[in-house]
């Protein structure tokens, strides 16, 4: 996973569009947006996680907040494993 390319998805995206595009790939294995990845799964791990710096952006934190938030848990959840 790219931490970029997570905070790309939030910023070019709508929640809507985004949710759109997880459904895409978990249903259908098809996809619908440009995102950046090696591979599918990669690009829904992108997705998902630009899922949730987006919901915080439009409950109005700004981006820069809201993507540190949200890669401090992704980092306490790798942390314990």
């Given at each position: 996973m790219k931490a970029s390319s997570a905070r790309k998805v939030a910023e070019q995206y709508t929640s809507?569009?985004?949710?759109?595009?997880?459904?895409a790939i978990t249903e259908r294995e098809e996809e619908i947006l440009a995102v950046d990845g090696e591979d599918m799964g990669e690009r829904?791990?992108?997705?998902l996680v630009g899922q949730r710096i987006r919901t915080r952006v439009d409950a109005g934190e700004d981006l820069k907040s809201?993507?540190?938030a949200e890669f401090a848990q992704?980092?306490?959840?790798?942390?314990?494993?």
């Open positions: 809507a569009q985004i949710a759109e595009a997880i459904e829904l791990t992108h997705l809201a993507f540190r992704v980092r306490d959840t790798l942390a314990n494993d």
